[in-house]
């Protein structure tokens, strides 16, 4: 946490640090794991997600951001190859007639469309 004073040393605000969110934001994501935004906040202490994820964006990790089916707008992150994993896996599964599987789409038109052509995702 970064401490900003006042010049007459009145108050004392204390910030969160950001390069240490994007790191716990990363670290979550590299295990494998997704993450929204009430995960983020009650694991992480982070209450501005997009904001790291963006961040995160910016110094070349390739995240994407998936809708969620409980709720079609709001979306969790995760990391390009653990979705592209993730849907393939499913789509073998759906394939097979093992499973019924909703293949969880990309939250955005414009990324969603490299994977339509992968799978029908719905």
């Known amino acids: 946490m970064k401490d900003i004073e006042n010049q007459d040393d009145s ?12 790191a716990d934001i990363l670290e979550w994501l ?8 009430l995960e983020s ?11 790291r994820i963006t961040d995160l ?7 994407v951001s ?4 409980e709720n079609p707008y709001a979306c969790m992150y ?7 994993d993730m849907i393939k896996k499913m789509d073998h599964a759906r394939l097979a007639g093992a499973i019924e599987v909703k293949i969880p789409k990309l939250f955005f038109a414009e990324q ?11």
């Open 41 to 51: 906040l009650q694991h992480l202490g982070c209450a501005r997600l997009q904001a």
């Open 11 to 22: 108050y004392l605000i204390t910030m969160p640090n950001v390069d240490t969110q994007c």
């Open 57 to 63: 964006r910016q110094m070349g990790h390739d995240i």
């Open 78 to 84: 995760m990391l390009r190859t653990k979705y592209e």
């Open 112 to 122: 969603r469309k490299k994977y339509e052509d992968i799978v029908d995702v719905e």
């Open 66 to 69: 998936v809708q969620q089916h």
């Open 30 to 37: 590299q295990a494998g794991r997704s993450i929204n935004y």
